[in-house]
């Protein structure tokens, strides 16, 4: 079975440039999370979807960062500008109700 | 809010078993006990997951007091490839309300 797919794993941007990130979940997964993870910490959730539905985007910052997962399967985090402090591993995770998460690779981000 | 503690690092020799305790507090009624490995520049990968009592898979036990504010993962004789970051993660069921919430995470060193 595929697990949880994310592209890029790597990118590079100029401060105030725009970037997103893309997630496809595991098959049937009907939950998806997108988490920020800062070098030496934790993932810190930014959004989880049931379906179509944001359900918790209480730590999205809205100012800058959008998500959306048009018919509640793939699913894209966007920033717009990126700032310095954007830069982290982007992870994306799928579940079902079980809540046992399964994480894709991350992509790791960096605003120069 | 489930707020957790871990230890920041631990030590172990090849062969030893392995016990890192996470606290919870203010663990809700619905919120269940996960916890996750991670390596680096890989994204977390489910371990073993518990409501209460004691819990068993092919690679960890998780043991829950009855009270519920702790729990201890424990790993039966590591090997190096078990050098790896572990996180206690507290939170609800898929389609309840309330925060997903990672540890600081526990820095695993296993020496040979």
């Known amino acids: 079975e595929a697990g949880v797919v994310q592209s890029p794993r790597y990118k590079i941007i100029e401060k105030k440039q725009p970037v997103a990130f893309w997630c496809n979940p595991i098959?049937?997964?009907?939950?998806l999370y997108w988490y920020r993870q800062n070098l030496g910490q934790g993932p810190e959730l930014l959004i989880r979807?049931?379906?179509?539905?944001?359900?918790?985007d209480s730590q999205l910052p809205k100012d800058r960062f959008s998500a959306e997962r048009l018919k509640g399967v793939d699913s894209t985090l966007k920033i717009q500008p990126a700032e310095l402090g954007d830069s982290a591993v982007y992870l994306c995770?799928?579940?079902?109700?079980?809540?046992?998460?399964?994480f894709g690779p991350g992509t790791r981000l960096t605003v120069l | 809010l489930a707020k957790t503690t871990q230890p920041i690092s631990m030590d172990s020799y090849e062969g030893q078993e392995v016990n890192i305790t996470c606290s919870h507090n203010?663990?809700?009624?619905?919120?269940?006990i996960t916890w996750y490995q991670q390596f680096p520049s890989q994204g977390p990968r489910f371990i073993i997951q518990?409501?209460?009592t004691k819990v068993t898979n092919e690679v960890a036990s998780l043991f829950i007091p009855a009270d519920r504010k702790s729990s201890t993962l424990s790993l039966p004789r590591v090997s190096l490839s078990d050098t790896a970051v572990y996180y206690c993660?507290?939170?609800?069921?898929?389609?309840?309300?309330?925060?997903?919430?990672f540890g600081q995470g526990t820095t695993l060193q296993v020496k040979p």
């Open positions: 995770a799928s579940s079902l109700i079980t809540d046992t998460q399964y």
């Open positions: 098959s049937g997964h009907n939950t």
């Open positions: 979807y049931e379906n179509e539905e944001a359900v918790d």
């Open positions: 203010n663990i809700a009624t619905n919120d269940y």
């Open positions: 518990g409501y209460k």
């Open positions: 993660l507290v939170g609800p069921g898929s389609g309840n309300t309330g925060k997903l919430i």
